[in-house]
């Protein structure tokens, strides 16, 4: 049979590349996997683990892991090694500890050679608990600070950075640890750039002051004696890039809520105009204040900006009310995350507002709409929507953003608060069909409202996340719907459902056969016997739905299909017949598609319990071969606190 060509096969890998257990799968399958699969999970492995949502994981667990990993990436690159006296190849670094596997030498894959994102901050200032425990005092609180460990950190720092400056495409940088020391001249590759740490780069108010009246290049300030901060130097790092290669396209700055009084938040924005007119993606998502400088943001090539959810800073984003104004001009963008405040935020996208453009283009006038003074006449269409605001105003806009791109939008999410009224138009598209749509995310007034029979227009949706917060609702959700959702995957629930009155919710759930994860954190109305019956009652109802696929005619193709690849001699017909029946029950009785389950960590002890009386009832040999499979692959996971909303 004709094979697949190496090339498709990447495109279709490239869409699990941070999936871990996937890629690792793909690993044993066959030299053409392995090397493709091998390509993308060493790429960014720790970005990977520091990803992953392993919540079974705790600190010491987790900190082994990067220890194993810059263990293996060291050793199978020969990183910091020479050729001693006796031609034995000896690693220029502390004994390793006795925990740590030794690896076989020579190695046979350079793993190191396929690294192309720099993500420094828990890979080199988190590890050596296990790596190195010969260094005095690695298992101290302030080890980062201790004198060996810094020089061994670095020296391995250097090392890599030596070797994979021209291969790396992306740089994650701690700025109260370190400013760029790298090589400029050899980041050539360069295209995105993390900035972290700002909270800890505290600026006097003399620098503050400074910084309002003098210039920025650094050159007249070194002559003025304005002193360079951290900040400071992370601008000249952009600048020297931009100037010498023009590569950088993609910014973010900070992954996590700091406390403003500790961010120089005012002077943050000069990182994005050291950018240029070159940036593209814009993740500012845990900076606040970036609404009050959309002025200064380059707009021109700007393909998705990510900005704050909240409301903060409130007094003074409610007068400005210039978000639509800001995002006409963006004739490139596909992707936004905002908090919005007007009900005309796609104003620029509606084919009137284009008409009224093309006919000021045809007569002189001096319009402020586009960048920078120019118009703009076409608008790209919209992929991905994130937006929070008062229930109304959010409700408006999806229904527009659907209206005009229901044949791009792959996600939509959106997060409402009660504003005092209930909503009287719902969040529906009975009339649109969403054939991109795979992930919806709905949280507060805007999930009461919505219209669950619109999902049957979204043919391709794998994963819903739900939040039933705030005041009673007077109607119930129609959440039957979801049961028609053959192609759901992915469901998680938060808030308090036994308190909304929502009986017929488990059953519900029970019937969505092809769920494969299941996540109900914050639903303190749940009790564990409820879960148990739940999960218990996906694996029957699953059982019983093949049972009828089955009764169907479903597996008659299985059928034909092992009697053709595994038909034997005709001498014999009854030995085959029972094996043709054998192989076609092992492929269409397989297990029930649920693999996770993530929920509170006090329902651990309960569900345990009925869990383990579940399988002793099906361990005997009269027990269902799907349930004991089932049963064996189904995971759960605790977390001791809800996750927040966002």
């Not at 690695?138 to 021209?166: F, H």
């Not at 619109?454 to 049961?483: D, E, V, W």
Request: charged content about 20%; aromatic content about 10%; overall charge neutral.
């Amino acid at each position: 049979m004709p094979s697949v060509p190496e090339e498709c096969l990447w495109l279709i890998v490239s869409y699990l590349r941070h999936e871990r257990a996937a890629l690792h799968a793909l690993l044993l399958t066959n030299s053409t996997f392995f090397r493709i699969a091998v390509s993308f999970l060493y790429s960014s492995p720790f970005r990977i683990l520091d990803e992953e949502p392993n919540y079974h994981w705790n600190v010491i667990e987790k900190t082994r892991r990067y220890d194993v990993l810059l263990h293996l990436l060291i050793q199978s690159s020969h990183l910091l090694s020479h050729i001693d006296g006796n031609g034995r190849r000896v690693m220029d670094l502390p004994r390793y500890g006795p925990e740590v596997t030794p690896l076989p030498s020579p190695s046979t894959i350079d793993y190191l050679s396929y690294y192309t994102d720099m993500f420094h901050d828990p890979m080199l200032h988190q590890t050596f608990m296990t790596l190195f425990p010969t260094i005095p005092n690695c298992y101290q609180t302030d080890v980062v600070w201790y004198r060996s460990m810094v020089e061994t950190r670095n020296k391995i720092e250097y090392a890599m950075m030596d070797r994979l400056l021209p291969q790396v495409t992306s740089l994650t940088v701690a700025m109260p640890i370190q400013v760029p020391r790298t090589r400029i001249g050899y980041m050539s590759n360069l295209r995105r750039l993390e900035v972290i740490g700002t909270d800890l780069c505290w600026l006097t108010e003399d620098d503050l002051q400074a910084a309002q009246v003098l210039p920025m290049d650094r050159t007249t300030r070194g002559s003025m004696g304005y002193k360079i901060t951290r900040l400071d130097r992370m601008l000249m790092f952009i600048w020297d890039h931009q100037r010498i290669f023009g590569t950088l396209r993609e910014l973010r700055i900070e992954d996590k809520p700091v406390v403003l009084d500790n961010q120089p938040s005012k002077r943050l924005i000069e990182l994005v105009e050291a950018m240029g007119e070159r940036l593209e993606v814009l993740e500012v998502r845990h900076w606040p204040d970036a609404i009050l400088f959309l002025d200064r943001i380059p707009t021109r090539h700007l393909r998705r900006l990510l900005l704050h959810l909240s409301k903060e800073p409130g007094p003074i984003f409610a007068a400005q009310e210039n978000m639509a104004t800001f995002l006409a001009q963006c004739p490139d963008l596909q992707e936004f995350s905002m908090y919005m405040d007007e009900r005309d935020l796609l104003a620029a996208w509606r084919p009137q507002y284009q008409r009224s453009l093309q006919q000021q283009q045809k007569q002189p006038s001096t319009s402020n709409y586009g960048w920078k003074g120019r118009q703009i006449l076409t608008m790209s269409p919209i992929k991905r929507i994130n937006i929070a605001g008062l229930a109304p105003n959010v409700i408006a806009v999806i229904n527009e953003a659907v209206d005009l791109f229901a044949a791009s939008l792959e996600a939509i999410s959106a997060r409402t608060w009660f504003s005092g009224k209930p909503v009287t138009v719902p969040l529906a598209w009975p009339s649109r069909t969403l054939d991109r749509l795979t992930e919806l995310d709905l949280e507060g007034e805007v999930a009461w409202t919505f219209d669950y029979g619109s999902l049957m227009n979204c043919p391709r949706l794998c994963r819903m996340r739900l939040g039933f917060t705030g005041p009673k609702p007077r109607r119930q959700p129609a959440i039957h719907y979801l049961t028609r959702l053959v192609t759901l995957q992915d469901l998680e629930l938060i808030g308090n459902w036994q308190t909304l009155a929502i009986q017929g919710w488990p059953k519900v759930v029970a019937e969505m056969y092809h769920l494969e994860r299941l996540e109900l954190i914050g639903c303190d109305g749940i009790t564990s016997d409820q879960l148990y019956v739940v999960v218990r009652d996906i694996i029957n109802q699953s059982h019983s739905w093949r049972l009828r696929k089955q009764g169907n005619g479903g597996s008659s193709k299985i059928h034909e299909a092992v009697q053709e690849s595994q038909s034997p001699p005709s001498s014999t017909t009854t030995t085959t017949t029972t094996m043709t029946t054998s192989a076609a029950q092992d492929l269409f009785y397989k297990t029930c598609r649920l693999r996770w389950v993530i929920a509170n960590r006090r329902l651990e002890d309960g569900l345990n319990r009925y869990w383990s009386e579940l399988k002793l009832a099906h361990s005997d040999h009269d027990g269902s071969p799907y349930m004991k499979a089932s049963l064996d692959r189904v995971r759960f996971s605790w977390v001791t606190t809800a996750r927040p909303s966002r």
